[in-house]
């Protein structure tokens, strides 16, 4: 038997990255090194330019007017602190979904405690779908911002964000879009689907490293800083700048994992976003009509076919996390068990409080792997 | 020579990508003192580029300060 490990675990950070990502960050530390837009010199220069380009880069990849209106963050949670606390005031109301992650919920939950903000959890209706009506009739006077999940970590169930843009724009409303899981495995145009800003990681299906992420903004909407410091411009002045991308960035980027974002996006670019979807489509559909088949198994959020890599499911009488640890022990497969920091999403799909065991795909996954998987839960479903 | 003195270093890549784009020589320099105190990038070209980057400027819609040396 061999020690193949199989990594099912692309919901948490993707792996294997492509070699070009590798290649570029090794470049970047021994070649450039630099740190961009700071000091006068050559390196300096390239830093900046591998900067630059990764903000064309992701600008091109999800449809942003300008790219001056990308801002890099450590992680889609820091972009979406920054975003939500930026345009947010004391009073207002929020609307959002009962599926999202800690870190849209946790800041949330953080200022309606001390600013006084209210928000909504808008559910699912009787198919299992997000209930569209409900949405339009949650909007009230005091309705700021809607902040949603794209796609969800926990049940793969993908928004109909045009829709909801949409629906926003009647109301005036600003809409920030949750991408970490949905940026790089379903087709994002910022334009075409009315979203206003859009939160994103990089080490997901964009093949970045972890410590990347970022803030698309696609409109003139005030977001207040987070950072004040260093921008490498206007350095006379005590003020921050106001203008993009500066303006929302503060300190020395990530540049080194910028390099292997901007490698990562190019290698989606490559590949094609399509064909990328289309097998993983095909192998989340396939895992999941061979889970459904085995007995003890129960897979949760089925609905449309339109949905995420992602798939939740809990073997009848054993807890998420035995599970969890018998396919790493005696099968090398990584899963991730639990409530996958989305508490209320186990609620809305009827697992809570333990939580399910959950499989993510990625690009990188194979059939061959898929064969192999559904193998072993059979065996531990017994 | 010219000097195109820009806000930001947002601002010089943009315009060094449209100056390749447009097969336009310059030079990418430190930003002489006495024009700016950003710790950034200047773009260096030679007088006879005037016109050219006038009209690349009015197109891209940036602005951009130029001092001729």
């Not at chain 1, 993908?158 to 879009?177: K, T």
């Not at chain 1, 987070?226 to 993009?244: N, V």
């Not at chain 1, 409530?339 to 795909?361: E, K, M, N, Q, Y």
């Amino acid at each position: 038997m061999t020690d193949e490990i199989i990594y099912f675990d692309n919901g948490a950070t993707s792996w294997p990255k492509p070699e070009e990502v590798v290649e570029a960050m090794n470049d970047y530390m021994t070649s450039v090194g630099a740190s961009p837009g700071r000091s006068g010199h050559r390196k300096a220069f390239d830093a900046a330019r591998i900067v630059f380009e990764a903000r064309e880069a992701v600008a091109e990849l999800f449809n942003v007017r300008d790219s001056r209106n990308v801002v890099f963050t450590p992680n889609a949670t820091g972009a979406l602190n920054m975003a939500i606390k930026g345009i947010v005031n004391p009073d207002d109301h929020i609307i959002t979904t009962s599926m999202e992650h800690n870190s849209v919920i946790r800041p949330l939950t953080y200022l309606q405690e001390n600013q006084s903000v209210s928000f909504t959890m808008v559910g699912n209706n009787d198919h299992g779908d997000f209930d569209i009506d409900k949405f339009r009739n949650s909007f009230t006077d005091k309705t700021k911002l809607v902040v949603m999940n794209h796609g969800s970590n926990v049940s793969g169930r993908i928004l109909p964000i045009q829709n909801i843009g949409e629906i926003c724009r009647e109301n005036g409303v600003v809409l920030v879009v949750d991408a970490a899981q949905s940026a790089g495995t379903v087709d994002i145009d910022m334009a075409r689907d009315n979203i206003d800003i859009l939160a994103f990681t990089g080490h997901k299906s964009l093949f970045g490293p972890q410590g990347t992420g970022g803030l698309c903004i696609n409109g003139d909407i005030d977001i207040r800083p987070m950072l004040h410091g260093g921008s490498g411009s206007k350095s006379e002045l005590d003020h921050h700048p106001d203008f993009m991308p500066d303006k929302l960035e503060a300190g020395t980027l990530n540049t080194v994992g910028i390099a292997g974002l901007l490698a990562g996006i190019e290698y989606i670019n490559v590949v094609g976003l399509g064909n990328i979807i289309k097998k993983e489509r095909e192998m989340t559909r396939i895992l999941i009509d061979g889970l459904r088949q085995i007995d003890n198994v129960v897979v949760y959020g089925l609905g449309s076919d339109e949905r995420l890599p992602v798939i939740s499911f809990n073997i009848s009488g054993m807890r998420p996390s035995d599970v969890g640890y018998r396919l790493d022990k005696d099968y090398h497969i990584m899963t991730r068990v639990g409530l996958h920091c989305a508490p209320h999403a186990h609620r809305t799909i009827g697992s809570f409080p333990d939580g399910t065991v959950r499989f993510s795909l990625s690009y990188m996954n194979s059939l061959e792997q898929i064969e192999k998987v559904l193998e072993a839960v059979k065996e531990i479903a017994k | 020579m010219i000097i195109l003195i820009f806000h930001s270093t947002h601002e010089v890549l943009k315009f060094e990508k449209i100056l390749k784009k447009n097969d336009i020589k310059f030079e990418v320099i430190p930003t002489p003192r006495e024009y700016s105190s950003d710790c950034g990038m200047a773009l260096r070209l030679k007088e006879e580029s005037r016109d050219v980057v006038n009209s690349l400027q009015e197109e891209s819609g940036m602005d951009i300060r130029i001092v001729v040396q």
